[in-house]
């Protein structure tokens, strides 16, 4: 069944006179007056899925070099201890045996952005449960595996800090003892065991006591959500060389640059002197941004002179490669008569892990932003603390911490609902922001739709009937949740150049992870601006030394950030053909179109010249054509001092959403099923809807896997229990409704053709929806996620 029938979908409009003042569909104003191609708004095909539907593609795990060693990680077995004795010699010594490396041989420090707190292998002490300790290069895997067995480790082992209400109280060992000594570019709180504080403070002490003594209710909860794991397909996997004093790197990556970086910055070399070529990538979704594999390769090759390959295990993929943090979330909230929010405090808890490898600690402000983001509050003050544990490092999942923290909010205001005697989905329309409004940071919401996503799923869901069918002891319940998301404003740069063939290439590093944002999306950007079809706009795979800078594939920026530079650059290409071919048709260049393949007079069809002969023309005459476009997302004003140690202070190119569902639960089992599933997602422009609705249908079946399945155990002793994807539930086809999406298209006006990001929001209200859901069925409140049947069982006991 070709992609675009999977999910129901239909495309909305937002027009002029809504109640929500959303606007008409509009290209940026130096747009061709006649695009022939007619690219974006299509849902074309994308280029690779034959290449991956056959198995032809090649992916990181396929790549092989002459003379290629085999790697493997010595990683540690315990979450916490001094190493006392490694001698590696004997391992060494083994048969097929090139290379042994160790802490000794890469022992500088370095940290994603905010605390440089990590090194390559562990050095003196251990830290978490799958830390590497050495590495072994050989002939054959078999070789390795053997030269790892004959490392001799002594360790001693320390008190493990795994619970995150423990690993901040006074006196519980330090995971960094040095902690002050790290050097930390940004300015933040952090001490102990926090490794990172963030506060959102709105109104002054007098303003909150006269909220909470006229409040008609106080109401307080506390909410805890588990480890969730990103499992791609394909695991992390890297091939590394070292020649002539510099380090290439093919890798599966989502931010090249990224690995570039802290690749370099871990060995203690130049970002320069290493090189990343991106192939095919078979999954990220948050969790291939950082460098991981790669160092170790590096180091492997360079001690080797010989080609390195290193591919995770998926016990190790599960183990120790930065999963979406646990945390722990206290709201209070203080209400009207009405259920309208007067105050609300949030007190959010979460796990760094034993390092700062991921964005857990970038992220430390968004909760604030998220939670002060879709409903007006006008008295705040939210806090946010990271802390280390001795557990496998966190990082980046599709949502980052939108999905626990929505989670926490929604069920938390079903429960004011309650409290105060309001319809819950009444009580979300008394307290929804407007357009025009400022949200919690005092950023101005200026084009807003939450009210129309609400009235669009209301639509397509029955809100007013019992919630158990007359005709079965099976309970049935319904939720309805609004969002406000972001699209990630970080800076992309594309070139575009005219091929003698008439073709167009594009040269990013932006990294094409199978949303189809590179090469559906970009390709159409370019198409449509030169006017020319989308099968000739071709893409070149990500490479560093080829490429300008670009913020990664993450945070739904790429259609975004990659598409706007795309397309910029194709004006500016635009402009030089249109240049050339008007000294070959002796016409103004006001009078001429690009349409298909050729540029033609406007109204003469007949005088016209081939894009090709416009190439061959120009390279003889002013040079090649091509041009490099540049963008970076314009920061939207706030009130900067409300904000305390927060990376994340705005919510960039924002999008308006509305999930609802309606679900049944067994009473007996504590089975959940979901009926019924509805979206309405605001996409600014829809480039491609058959590649939205793709990410709309795969964004809610990871949410469902947070909301019923997932949980990434550890144990008390620090250790992931979870070694494969037998214990490690993740949902199937089986487990997902059909998904009735409407496209709501809202035009954003910095965004390639009104568009905004996409492939995030759809995950972000799962969890809550179906909590707030399953809730209703059982009338019975859920503070914990996954819903398994064993929980739900015990709320409705509970009950």
Sequence with gaps: MPLHRLPHHRRCRAQRGDRTEGHAVTAPSDTPVRPA??????????????????????????????????????RAEIAAARIVRLDTRAAAAMPGVHVVVTGADAPALSGMLVVKDQTVFAIDTVRYAGEPIAAVAADTPAQAAAALAAVELELEPLDPVVDLHAAVAPG???????????EAPVAGFRGGNVAWESRLEKGTDEEWAAAFATAHRVISDEFRVPRQHQTPIEPHACVATYTSGRFTVHTSTQFPHSVRTRTAELLGVRPSAVRVVVPTVGGGFGG????????IACLLARRAGRPVRLVNTREEELATAGPRENAILRLRTAVDAGGRILAQEADILTDNGANSSGETLICAGLPALVLGSTYRIPLARYRTRVAYTTTPPTAAFRGVGGPYVVFAQEAHLDHVAREAGVDRLELRLRNVLAAGE????????????????????????????????????????????????????????????????GTVL?????????????????????????????????????????????????????TYGAGNAAGQAAGELREQILHTAAGMLEAAEA????????????????????LSAVSRAAMWSGGPLSATGRFVSPPPEFDAGCMIGALFTTINATSSHAHAAEVEVDPDTGEVTILRYVVAQDV??????????????????????????????IGPDGRVLDRDLETYRIPTALDVPPIDLEILENPLRNGPYGAKGVAEPPIVPVAAVVACAVADAIGAPLTELPLTPFAVLAALRQR
């Design 288 to 295: 291939k941004l950082d460098a991981m594999l790669e160092p």
């Design 506 to 558: 594009v040269s990013t590093a932006a990294t094409e992870i199978g949303t189809g944002a590179v090469q559906t999306g970009v390709r159409q950007i370019v198409a449509e601006r030169l006017g020319i079809d989308v099968d000739d706009v071709l893409v070149a795979n990500p490479d560093t030394d080829t490429a300008g800078f670009d913020n990664g594939a993450q945070g739904s920026r790429t």
């Design 37 to 74: 191609a007619g690219a974006v708004g299509r849902s074309i095909p994308r280029p690779d899925a034959d290449a991956k539907v056959r198995g032809a593609a090649v992916y990181a795990v396929d790549l092989a070099e002459a003379g290629l060693l085999h790697a493997a990680v010595l």
């Design 438 to 501: 400022a949200m919690i940071n005092g950023q101005e919401l200026d084009d807003t739709i939450l009210v129309q996503a609400l009235e669009s799923v209301q639509r397509r869901v029955s809100w007013t009937r019992s919630t158990t069918e007359a005709t079965s002891r099976r309970l049935r319940g319904t939720a309805v949740v609004p969002l406000t998301w972001l699209t990630n404003p970080g800076p992309g740069e594309a070139s575009v150049a005219l091929s003698e063939d």
């Design 591 to 610: 009078d001429l179109e690009i349409v298909g393949d050729r540029v033609r007079v406007v109204g003469s069809p007949g005088a016209s010249v081939a």
């Design 684 to 713: 600014g422009r829809a480039v491609n809807p058959a590649m939205i609705a793709g990410q709309v249908n795969g964004g809610v079946t990871q949410g469902l896997g947070y909301a019923l399945y997932e949980d990434l155990r």
């Design 172 to 182: 519980t060992r330090l995971v960094h003892p040095d902690w002050a000594t790290y």
